[in-house]
């Protein structure tokens, strides 16, 4: 059965990579990795921002082929590829590092139970820490025995994990606290993981204050804001429809764990699965709690979940099936809707290429900065990055890189003096002279940008792509 089930985690990568080539534009033009790529291909370096070092780790491939002079277009597949094979090279790790394979297995499993639309929004660290995280432990408890390496991994393992995305900490405690009720670890050995872990958190904390973790940590101000009402959310109904829907393989398995621990009697397994589960939902709920927030953002924050459920399932669940082929069938199924799944989520994000290759077309030759409208935000969910994207669509399609930005408010707009040979974003202004060809083709080197202020666009309002 091990065999088995690793043919089908090697075929459920394989699956996933191809998606990424087929739809490369559908995740490489689109926000953050559009910014991404721009800063790679800008600075023929990596592109690392909020201290988030893990970031680094699926750029290798990117920078790499930058420095072999690849084309833009190579550029973009390597980076939607890139980011497939960072989960099956850690896939791959965790199987030498733990001989069961169980391991490596949880680390298939989490990277496709949840996986919806962040497929097409994929550089999330926080599914890169977890990745990371599954590699540590099964390293960890291999070389358990010897007290220095141990110590030497989890010193080099934990602060890449814990500067990787606040909410690594859930998946981390839930995953020390199962190990623990498992005999695995003991009292010492974790209380020395978690006063680590508080040091570099402290350290974190007090020497790397980065703005945008704190801004994403406004939502706690839900918790005054929204009480006592915090049952009747959007964000709860929200989840109970793509609980049986998108998140269905979760449910299943969520559900398997349960009864197991009920029949049982292993109250403390079930009263770890159940509260780390309901506490991590309400958690997220309360911070993001209206429609506001785009489903693919909240889907990142989601992946917290499956740790609570694959932990359970391989560890404790399967082992004690009699039926051998049951464990294979659940599994392959799980890997066939998750292909199914992600195939079918790509429609608005290809829509969405699918406007900005319009807008494009409208606005050839020009140099414009549009403030956003409420047609415009429907049709693209985000703006920020239009800049990046609009950059990165023309010059792979047309071999002309356009200077085109829709932006939020145009008060938004960096220090820019009317120069024509710049390039202006929403966070910065780049000369010319500092992008390097082939990968940039500006040749609008004399005209200003044009400002234009609340124009709505009958194309963007036929294609309102997220709704």
């Known amino acids: 059965m091990k065999r088995l089930l690793q043919l089908i985690s090697y075929a459920g990568f394989l699956g996933l990579l191809l998606l990424s080539l087929l739809f490369y534009k559908e995740r490489v033009i689109f926000s953050d990795m559009a910014f991404y790529l721009y800063g790679m291909a800008r600075d023929s370096s990596f592109a690392i921002f909020h201290d988030r070092f893990i970031a680094a780790l699926?750029?290798?491939?990117?920078?790499?082929?930058?420095?072999?002079?690849?084309?833009?277009?190579?550029?973009?597949?390597?980076?939607s590829s890139s980011l497939v094979l960072y989960s099956l090279i850690m896939f791959a790790i965790a199987g030498l590092a733990d001989r069961s394979a169980q391991w490596a297995l949880c680390l298939f499993l989490c990277s496709v139970l949840m996986t919806t639309q962040i497929f097409y929004w994929p550089l999330s660290e926080l599914m890169l820490g977890e990745s990371l995280m599954l590699v540590y432990f099964a390293a960890l408890l291999r070389f358990l025995p010897?007290?220095?390496?141990?110590?030497?991994?989890?010193?080099?393992?934990?602060?890449?994990?814990?500067?990787?995305?606040?909410?690594?900490?859930?998946?981390?405690?839930?995953?020390?606290?199962?190990?623990?009720?498992?005999?695995?670890?003991?009292?010492?050995?974790?209380?020395?993981?978690?006063v680590l872990t508080l040091l570099i958190l402290l350290i974190k904390y007090s020497l790397f204050r980065d703005p945008y973790?704190?801004?994403?940590?406004?939502?706690?101000?839900?918790?005054?804001?929204?009480?006592?009402?915090?049952?009747?959310?959007?964000?709860?109904?929200?989840?109970?429809?793509?609980?049986?829907?998108?998140?269905?393989?979760?449910?299943?398995?969520?559900?398997?764990?349960?009864v197991h621990y009920y029949k049982t009697k292993r109250w403390e397994r079930l009263a770890l699965v159940a509260g780390y589960s309901l506490a991590s939902l309400g958690f997220i709920?309360?911070?993001?709690?209206?429609?506001?927030?785009?489903?693919?953002?909240?889907?990142?924050?989601?992946?917290?979940?499956?740790?609570y459920v694959v932990l359970p399932f391989v560890f404790d669940v399967l082992p004690g099936e009699r039926n051998k082929l049951r464990p294979v069938?659940?599994?392959?199924?799980?890997?066939?809707?998750?292909?199914?799944?992600?195939?079918?989520?790509?429609?608005?994000?290809?829509?969405?290429?699918?406007?900005?290759?319009?807008?494009?077309?409208?606005?050839?030759?020009?140099?414009?900065?549009?403030?956003?409208?409420?047609?415009?935000?429907?049709?693209?969910?985000?703006?920020?990055?239009?800049?990046?994207?609009?950059?990165?669509?023309?010059?792979?399609?047309?071999?002309?890189?356009?200077?085109?930005?829709?932006?939020?408010?145009?008060?938004?707009?960096?220090?820019?003096?009317?120069?024509?040979?710049?390039?202006?974003?929403?966070?910065?202004?780049?000369?010319?002279?500092?992008?390097?060809?082939?990968?940039?083709?500006?040749?609008?080197?004399?005209?200003?940008?044009?400002?234009?202020?609340?124009?709505e666009s009958k194309q963007a309002i036929e294609l309102n792509t997220f709704e």
């Open 58 to 79: 699926p750029q290798i491939p990117v920078v790499t082929a930058i420095h072999m002079q690849a084309t833009l277009k190579t550029l973009s597949l390597v980076f």
């Open 146 to 194: 010897h007290r220095s390496l141990a110590l030497v991994l989890s010193l080099l393992f934990l602060p890449t994990l814990l500067f990787a995305h606040p909410l690594i900490v859930l998946p981390l405690s839930f995953t020390v606290i199962f190990l623990v009720q498992d005999g695995r670890l003991n009292k010492r050995q974790a209380l020395t993981l978690a």
């Open 213 to 258: 973790d704190k801004g994403s940590l406004g939502g706690l101000r839900n918790f005054i804001r929204l009480f006592p009402d915090y049952f009747r959310l959007y964000a709860n109904s929200h989840f109970l429809k793509k609980a049986f829907t998108d998140y269905a393989g979760w449910t299943v398995l969520l559900i398997l764990c349960l």
């Open 285 to 307: 709920h309360v911070c993001f709690p209206d429609a506001r927030t785009p489903d693919f953002y909240r889907e990142n924050l989601y992946q917290v979940l499956p740790v």
């Open 329 to 455: 069938a659940i599994i392959g199924l799980i890997t066939f809707f998750a292909w199914a799944r992600i195939f079918t989520a790509h429609y608005p994000f290809t829509q969405r290429v699918a406007w900005l290759r319009t807008y494009l077309t409208q606005h050839p030759a020009e140099k414009r900065i549009d403030e956003e409208t409420e047609t415009t935000r429907r049709a693209l969910q985000l703006t920020w990055a239009t800049p990046y994207e609009f950059w990165l669509l023309s010059t792979l399609e047309n071999d002309r890189s356009a200077s085109l930005m829709i932006i939020d408010s145009l008060q938004h707009i960096p220090a820019y003096g009317g120069e024509g040979n710049v390039f202006v974003q929403r966070f910065a202004v780049d000369a010319y002279s500092v992008l390097p060809q082939p990968y940039f083709r500006f040749n609008d080197t004399l005209s200003a940008y044009h400002i234009y202020k609340h124009r």
